[in-house]
């Protein structure tokens, strides 16, 4: 069945639209180019501001021109993840679709059902004709999704809404009202190459699930890195280890899959045999959630240069030292993680070194201690520590008039009281809020699994029920004061 006759069919159609131009964060100039001219076939004042957010303008339907104008928002770029056995490129294809029971998924890619639902939703308000809304103003923001530098270069007085929608949260029956800051941790050093003195061994990790690291960190979900790094350390107490290469990992917000490390061991039926028995006692700790974990150790062939077994040893020793999960549960929200760190890249070729992690905090001094814990573990292993796109988290105020409406709303419409919470994922209301801090936000969205990973799917039931709710919404945004 093709997605485009999935009710609601207007969604499904500007969602398959949506996917069909490639759109991986940092690479947005074609779906740049296909909102804005959505907008302008639209005859709607269409403009690209000098980040390249798109900002497409709609006047109020007859009847709500005295309603609160608003803000509708959702970003435009996707987390690009593969399996490993599919051939393809995020640069140049639109994504596959297929649909199994209730559920839109990918054929071996992550959908872009985050943000492209709630984006499909803005689209679909855009060209109508028939629903009813307020004066409202469609934010399609870029690079949310690796560095939110969209929502950062948003200058003030570019909007004019007194309520913000974004559309970009993964559970039907909650609403958002606040959500975690981020900050970027990476360790770097290059090492001198020698020769290495014994046997090569390579360790691969992966069939993992991997994840949101933000919403996902609370689930115990294995860390492709972490593992990888429990391995080697076994080693060192008898083992003189020099390191070759690692890969493992990709997106600071993916939880890492997969991992492989080759290196070089004294003696590797030794190693080996070692390993082995901590390969067993990991699969049995992962047993129940992680079905699919694969590890495999044998012998290999390399080149024969590698880095020292000193620094080989700090490196391995900083890994197992780092924090990885959750750092702290929120003492005020019942089951919200508060902080939280992802071992989410770990590079090493040629001697030179990577480790990139992302911090979350809903707390602001939280947000950096963790992140001055990873800066001192790997300052003591001799790195280089570097801090980037550190973006604010959203406060929540849930007093706000719009909540009370949308709350009323789903009660009404779906029988049971929405989940207000607040979420540990980086959503771009905190920064837009820096410099629109009279706006109320609220963030809500349709139901999708597995987001950043080829597991993404997203619900066909729940994107009507989705539907129904936004037009409601829009239908009761109250009057300007």
């Known amino acids: 069945m093709d997605i485009t006759q999935l009710e609601p069919k207007v969604i499904w159609k500007n969602f398959a639209a949506l996917n069909s131009v490639p759109r991986p964060s940092k690479k947005e100039e074609r779906v740049i180019a296909f909102m804005k001219k959505f907008g302008e076939n639209l005859g709607l004042e269409t403009r690209v501001d000098e980040t390249g957010n798109v900002i497409i303008k709609k006047p109020a339907t007859s009847g709500m021109e005295n309603r609160k104008p608003i803000v509708m928002q959702g970003h435009l770029d996707m987390v690009c993840q593969k399996n490993n056995d599919i051939n393809f490129d995020f640069e140049t294809q639109g994504i596959q679709m297929e649909i199994q029971d209730d559920w839109v998924k990918a054929k071996g890619t992550t ?18 004709k028939d629903l009813a809304h307020p004066s409202l103003e469609a934010l399609f923001t870029i690079d949310e999704e690796t560095g ?12 004019h809404g007194e309520i913000l929608l ?12 606040g ?10 050093q290059n090492y001198n190459l020698e020769d290495s003195h014994g046997q090569i061994v390579k360790i691969v990790v992966k ?8 919403m996902d960190i609370i689930k115990g979900f294995g860390n492709a890195n972490v593992i990888l790094g429990r391995l080697l350390f076994s080693a060192l107490e008898k083992e003189n280890i020099q390191l070759i290469s690692i890969d493992g990992g990709g997106l600071r917000n993916a939880i890492p899959r997969e991992a492989n490390a080759v290196f070089s061991v004294r003696n590797s039926v030794e190693f080996i045999e070692k390993a082995l028995q901590l390969k067993a006692d990991i699969l049995e700790e992962f047993a129940s959630i992680e079905k699919d974990l694969q590890i495999n150790i044998e012998n290999a062939t390399s080149p024969d240069k590698a880095i020292s077994e000193g620094d080989s040893r700090k490196i391995i020793l900083a890994l197992n030292a780092a924090h990885n999960g959750v750092y702290r549960m929120s003492p005020d929200v019942k089951d919200l993680v508060e902080t939280s760190n992802n071992i989410a890249r770990v590079e090493l070729k040629n001697g030179d070194l990577k480790i990139m992690n992302l911090s979350r905090s809903s707390v602001e001094s939280n947000k950096l201690a963790v992140a001055n814990q990873l800066k001192s573990v790997f300052e003591l292993a001799g790195m280089n520590v570097d801090f980037a796109g550190s973006y604010p988290g959203w406060k929540p105020k849930p007093g706000a008039e719009i909540i009370k409406i949308m709350t009323e709303i789903y009660k009404k419409q779906f029988g049971e009281t929405p989940s207000v919470v607040a979420c540990h994922a980086g959503l771009e209301c905190g920064i837009i809020g820096a410099n629109y801090p009279e706006m109320e936000m609220v963030s809500f969205g349709p139901t999708i699994r597995g987001a950043h990973s080829p597991d993404e799917r997203a619900s066909i039931s729940s994107t009507q029920k989705f539907w129904k709710f936004l037009k409601e919404i829009l239908a009761n945004i109250p009057e300007k004061n």
């Open 111 to 128: 959908l872009g059902a985050d943000n492209g639902l709630g984006v499909a939703a803005i689209m679909s308000v855009l060209e109508s």
């Open 148 to 159: 939110m530098t969209g929502a950062i270069g948003l200058k003030p007085n570019q909007l």
């Open 166 to 177: 974004n559309l970009d949260t993964e559970e039907d029956d909650e609403i958002d009202i």
């Open 179 to 188: 959500c975690a800051g981020g900050v970027d941790v990476t360790a770097s």
């Open 207 to 214: 069939g993992l699930q991997g994840g949101h690291s933000g």
